[in-house]
Every structure is written in C-alpha cells, then in structure tokens.
C-alpha cells in the first residue's frame, strides 16, 4: 500500500506543512520511524525527536512549532495515526473461518455466519455465536452462553456458563470470564463456599486484558458496559459494575459489590475495598488503595487514597520530617535557655 | 421447587417474624428480590434495604429491629441464606460423566468411578483420580499427579508432575499448580536455574482461585492445608506453606519459604518478603508491605506493615503534617523575638 | 546415584572438613535432610539449623564456623548446591519426542530435531521451532512464530502471531505472549483501538514465569533481553526494554515503553509508570511506585519510589509523628507564657 502524504492529509482532513508529494509506504515510531514512513507525535517527551527522525512525514498537532520536516497538522493526531494504522496494517487472519475439526460443540449451539472456531475450542450447550466472530484455539466456554458479532476471544480464554458477551468485545488470551465468586460464610469453625449463582455480562466493545480475571455474581449479574477497557491481570470481584467508557490500568483489583461510573480512569496496581461508588470522570491514581467512596470528577492517589493535591503536598511534608525533628530539638533547647533566664519554669 | 418461608425456618432453625405462609420459589439480593423470593441481610451497608425490597422474606439476625415485612430470624443469616441456596440452586453439569473420547490419559492411569473428564484434557501417566472428580476441557495434569474425590478443575488449569491435590478442592480456570520455583544462583555473571524438585500439596477443601500461581517446592513441598480459600491471581512462591481455614484475597503475594499460620485473614493485594512466619489468627489489611514475622492475633496494614492502630494514628498524624511545617515557621519567628528582647543568642 | 562427600568436593572444587567417606544418594533442604543427604547454608537464617540436620555433609561458605558436622567449604555454596542438583535431579520426561497425533501444525512450519509436541497443541502456520525444543499440551502458537533450540513452553501457554523466542528460554504454564499492548485514542467520546502491530521477542536464556503477560509492542518490538528471569503474574506493556540478566519479581507491573537496564533487580509488587529508564545494577524495592527515570547503581523504594536510606529515614520519622504533635503543643503553650510575662503579642 502506498499513499502521497497529500492524499493521507485528505483522507484524514489535515493540513500538509511542507511537501506533500512523497509516497507513504509504512508507518512507524518516530524515533525508529526510516525514509517512506508515517510517523506521530502526541507526547511531549517525543518532541526531541523532530530533530533526529527519518520519517517522510509527521502527524502534530495544529499548533505544533514550525519545522523543517513535512508535517501533517491535525487535532488529536494519536488518534489520526489510528486511523492510518487502520489502512496499512492488515493482521494475518489467525483462524481459518468455519469451524475447525477438532473443536467440539455441545447441542443445539447456533454458531453464526463467518464464524472461525478455532482447534481444540471445546463450547457447551445451548451457546449462540453471533457472525464473523473469531474464537482462537484452546478456548472453553461454558453451556447456555451467548457471544455477540466481530468479537474475537483469543487463546485459553475460559468462559464459564450463562456469562454474554456483547459485539465488537476483545477477550486476550488467558482471561477468565465467570469463575466463581469469592464468597464464603464462617460457621462450625470452618468457611462453607456460598454457591455463585449470577453470571458475567460484558458489553460491546469491551477489551478484556489477558490473565484478567472477572467472577460471575453471587446472584445477579456482574456488568463490564459497553466501551469498557481493562488492561492484563485486572481482578473484578463478584457483583462488581464498571461503567461505561471507564479505562482500568493492569493488574488492578476490584473489591465485590463496586460500581464504578463511566469515563472513570484508573492507573495499574489500584486496589478498592469492597461495596463503594467511584463516581463518572474519577481519576484514580496508580496503586491506589481506594478505602471509600469517590465522588463524580474527583482525582484521588496514594494510600489510602485521597484528594491527590492533598497526597503530593503530604509527601512532599514528609520528606521534611527528617529535618523537622532536628529543628524542633533544637526550638526545646532554646525555649529551655529562656525559661532559665526568666525563671519559668519548664516542661 | 417451592417451600413455605415456615417450613425455611424450620429446616434451618429460625423464627418466623410476620405470616409465614407465602410460598419461596427462588432467592435474590436484598436490593433485587422480587415477590416470591428469599433475601438476606448480613452487613449493616444494607440494612436500608429492608424499606425497599420486594423480597417476600428476609433472613436476618435474631436482634435485627422490628420491621412489617417477613423477617426470619436466625444466628449468622449469610450461612443460612448459603444452606437455602444449596437447596435451590442446582448447578447445570458442564462435563459429562466418563471420559470425553479427545481426552488424551497417559498410561498406568487410574481414574475414579463417576469422573467426569472432559474434552481436550491431558492427564500424564500413573496418575490417579479420586471418584466423583470433575475435569473441565483444556485442564493439562503432568505424570504421578493424584486428585482426591468429588473436586472440580475447571477449564485450562495446569498442573505439573507429582502434585498432590486433596477431596473437595475447586481449583478455578487457568490456575497454574506446580510451575517452578523462582530460584537462581548467581555465578559468573549470570544467573544459573536451581532444578525446582519438589511438588505442591493441596489438602482437602481448598479453593484456588483462578489464574492463581503456586511454584511447587526446590526440594519438599509447597502445602496449603484443609480449608484453606485463596482468591484470583494470588501468588504463592516455592516452599510457602498456608495453615488451615486460612483466606487470602485477590493478588496477594506470598515469598519463598513463608509459613502462614491457621484462620489468618490476608486482605487483597497484599505483599510479604521470604522467610517468615505469620502467626495464627493474625489479620493482614490489604495492599500491607509485610516485612518480618508476625505474632498471633495480630492486626497489621500499611508500608512497611505495622500495628494496624498505629498504621492509622500516624497516617492520621500525616495529614496534619503540611499544617504542623507552617506552625514550626511561626515558632521559629517567635522565639526570634523573644531572644532578640531578651539579648539571648538565637541560632 | 551415589558419590562419596570426597568426590563430591572433588568435583566442585571445595575441601572437606570432616570425614570424606559416606556416600551421598540424595539432597534435601537443611532443616528436612536425612542421613545420606546432602544440604547447604547459604543465608545466615538458616545457620541454627547446623545443630540439628540430619545432614550427612553441608555445603557452606568458605570462612563457615567449624562445626562436628561433615562440611564441604566452597566459595557460593548455593550455587554449588545446583551443580550436584543437576547431577542428582532427572527430571521424568513428560512430553514425548515427535509431534503428538493430535497436535495440530500449521502449513509450511519447520518443526526441529527431537523436538517433543504435546497433545492438543496448536501452532500456525509458517513457525520455526528448533531442535530439543519441549512444547507441553494445550500450548497455541501463532503464525510466523520462532521459537529456539532447548526450549521448554509449559502447559497452556499462549504466544501470538510473529513473535520470536531464543534458546534455552522457559516459559511456565499459562504465560501469555504478545497479546495486544493497551493503547487507545479517545475521540468522539469514546476510545479506539489502535492497531497493535509490532512483536515480542524474547532472547536466549530467559525464564518467564506462570501467568505472566507481555504485551507485542504498537509498532517495533518489546524486548526480553539474554538471561532475564521474570517471575509469575507479572505485566509487561508494550515497547518495554528489559535489559540482560535483569531479575523481576512477581507480581510487578511495568508500564509502556520503559527501557530497564541490565542486572536490574526488581522486587515483587513493584509498579513503574511509562516512559522512564532504569539504569544498570538499579535496586527497585518490592512494592515500589517508581514515577521517574532511575540512574545507575541505585536503591529505591517506597511511594513514590525513592532513595532507599531516604525512604527508610522517612519512614522512621514518620513513627515519631504522633509524639511529635504533642511536643510542638507543648511549645506553643511554653512560649505563651513567656509572651505573656515579656508582653510580647503572641500570633
């Protein structure tokens, strides 16, 4: 595939700064990006390389600094370079469509047009897969389960019984979607497992992250909404809502019972006692620990979690404590000197 | 299945508060039930539902206050509400008795009576399979592994050469059972893999949540003993042993050679260095750094892990540390003052 | 097997200290060993142990205490340890040479030498895998994949399409490579996927844990160079560097496009953010928040990662905060008075 950056400025409604005539064959980082390539800056630890870069032309922002590079000016240009990225990459079909020979399908299943059922995908019962979605090899899926079109469930992925899955989903390889609660009441001195009688819904176009793990609901239904975005090795407990549009950093944990809003974001390693609210647009800082509720557009960090202004400004107080105390000692001694000197008497 | 909420109290031992003629045909959470339905309440968050719901009746604790709906009162309602639920909750078989003909069972193998094995599993050889076990597709079992009775493996678990697994164990999808442990001798300037010889011994009643990791022994064993329940990616290193009715949360983290005691309680995300015991009884708050040993009966949280009262004193302390800097400035200022006045040297 | 403690020392170069004559069949763990067994100490928790083992001869280091005990004094007793473990330690095979009839192999892939392919294995189509090479069961292999010589990939691992592993590498059970990095571009309220279309590759020598994810790079290559060792559970974003003989411990988390250093050591739970360098011999404390780029030969830890000795004297302070509160009351209430007999105005 080849393009002039002229005809990549129209398609994306850009404006060229320079000469637009060169041929765009590839696209590429832009430090690494050669001769023939589109490349990109949306950050600004990136600018350096305008300086050093062999890409043929550049996606920036419209009020980037001018250049001696040919630049395609455009807003939200990460997002542009998507959109390329969508034209000159096609990924290598992985599962041949049709259902493979080796995968073994439960009765009365109804497997969608265009389906490829990769080998040795085992699917229970009663299941419905919409069209042309792809379920990649080694996948289990439990009876009575319902995945929606152009959804693609990578290697290994377990789904348990009665969980949905909605259109245009990603699951990568190795999630677990529907595994049992973790929920246990204490008696006769011992833990007696509480059977997990709910299921998972994940709507459209979620992306599950790989070795994720999302437990169905004690009763009821445990709900990723549509648009959804969970990084690997998240943890999402029994009963847990998680807005729609809400962005959830890798190895993050979510307590039972949590409802999270939407465009919620949440950095990795967080983790979130169980049965509280975090409110839409919440910013929730990496490896937070969230002991609360958070209210609607709220940025909280550390641990435990609060108001981030508030939590830098302790950390930085904290790393004058040291000094602090020597200072204080040094206060006694002089408050000491004067008591003498006046005949106060002193603490 | 229907019972009179009498003939509920009855079978569990509760008293009926209100008319206990209606008949029970299924059961929900507290702020969902409909008419016709059981609920329960167990934690405080939610006793407000109980203006609200349409349960036709509610298992609650024998002091719970006076109320016009059907209350059944009952000491520890949430396992009274967990017996209900065995009674009419009947889990759909996923895998039918036998073994399933793409099921792949090495030699010298002895598998119980009423297993049921499903598709695509790999069982290694001189394996043995206690009666009544269950083994989801995708599972693969190394040689001389032995499962007790009446267990359930689910989907794409592995579990490598000569572990031990007990009777009555729920080992979630794609839980890891016997991997190597993460031992390495530094020598000429690289790290040299110590052969991990040992196993993992998992006794009877465990649950092992899913995509949890435990490394089997360098030499011995790695045991997590009766009763004990651990969550979601937790991780359990070589040589750990876990005591009895012990509950570890989602992504804990457990170093080589840890001894955790009985009826400890680990909240989630938790982390401990090698090498320590931790004493029975002794609660672990969530995302603690543990970082030696602790005594029985113990309450510890925070980074490094401490007293839990002293964790919260001085993160209550810390709050007021920006406030305690500008009090210091005026101190300083004052004193100033006063050694000036009084002709007193001030450093 | 059997060597006399003579012949052992012979072989790895130590000096006996006692009787050289008995006859070692076998080797176990200090505090477990049995008569006939040998053991080592290679951390000084474990020294009391001298008194009581079974132990036939121990490996210690060579300025070890004298003791009544068979010793064999040897510079790095641990890795010592290892060189006999090789010898006494084999391994039973658990995958049978050749490919087996239910693994299914994709068009046009060269499979090497006594490589052994388990059952249900998966592999695409046009993949190399070179000699010696041990794919466990329910393993799925993507196209255009290479894999080296004298690897292992345990059970159920899941390696996409184009990515490139070394030899000698292991990959434990349920490890996931290449899945899609996590990249988004908001626009129009909502986030888009952008193509993920670089790879993994990961060098000789190289250990990756249980259930660990590494995600293929947005454009280019993640890279695990020659000799690293990862743990389990543990997130690798796309574009990460990780540099030779690099050890990371469970459970950590690294963020997109981080280039770490080599002989980096990284405790478990640590959490990095993107964009940042680690440099060489670099400490990072377990359960570490690194916020910014790390130099050479640096001991961080804490939240927000910081000089170890700072953090530490930070931490320490941080103890004395509540005593501190009420000292500084007790100073304003001194200068009060003094304020009071000098009539000097108090703030």
Known sequence: ?????????????????????????GLAKIEE????????????KYHKFIETTQASAILVDIDFPKSDR????????????LKMAEQFYVQEPQVATGIHHTAVIGQDCV??????????VVIGKKCKIGKNTIIHPGVVIGSHVQVGENTIIYANVSIRERCRIGNKVFIH??????????????????YHKLPQM????????????????????????TIIKKGAKIDNLVQIAHNVQVGENTVIAAQTGLSGSIKVGKYVKIGGQAGFVGHIEIGDNALIGAQSGVT?????????????ARPHMTAK???????????????????????????????????
Chains 1, 2, 3 share one sequence.
């Open 1 to 25: 595939m080849a393009l002039t950056i002229s005809k990549i400025a129209e398609i994306l409604g850009g404006t060229v700064d320079g000469d637009g005539s060169a041929e765009i064959t």
């Open 33 to 44: 990006a050669q001769s023939g390539q589109l490349s990109f800056i949306a950050n600004s």
């Open 70 to 81: 040919t630049l395609i000016r455009i807003r939200n240009p990460y997002f542009a370079f």
């Open 111 to 120: 497997i969608g047009e265009k389906c490829a059922v990769g080998a040795h």
């Open 173 to 190: 390889p190795g999630a677990v979607i529907g595994a049992d609660g973790f929920g246990f009441a204490f008696e006769d001195g011992k």
């Open 198 to 221: 709910g299921n998972v819904v994940i709507e459209d176009e979620v992306e599950i992250g790989a070795n994720t793990t999302i437990d169905r609901a004690t009763m009821g239904e």
């Open 292 to 304: 609360k509720s958070v209210p609607e557009n709220a940025f909280i960090s550390g641990y435990p």
């Open 313 to 347: 400004r302790e950390e930085a107080s904290l790393t004058k404590l040291p000094e602090l105390l020597k200072k204080i000692r040094l206060l006694e001694s002089q408050l000491k000197k004067i008591c003498d000197k006046l005949n106060i008497e002193h603490d």
